[in-house]
């Protein structure tokens, strides 16, 4: 009884560990993905501005024809 309640617990500690491994996989690519979404935020950020420049130069422009 008592070895295969140690054999049970042993199973049981390799498994956890096993549970664990996974867990921190996931963690690490759910922080990829959260970067991922940063970066890309940051990059709409940068052509929104682009686009918001490139309208005021056209206004400019258009001011400087007439």
Wanted: negative net charge; hydrophobic residues 40%.
């Amino acid at each position: 009884m008592t070895q295969e309640l140690l054999d049970k617990l042993s199973e049981l500690n390799e498994d956890s560990k096993e549970l664990l491994d996974k867990l921190n996989q996931f963690n690490a690519s759910f922080d990829t993905v959260t970067l991922n979404f940063k970066n890309m935020e940051q990059i709409l950020g940068q052509v929104k501005k682009a686009f918001d420049l490139y309208k005021e130069v056209t206004v400019l422009i258009n001011k400087s024809d007439n």
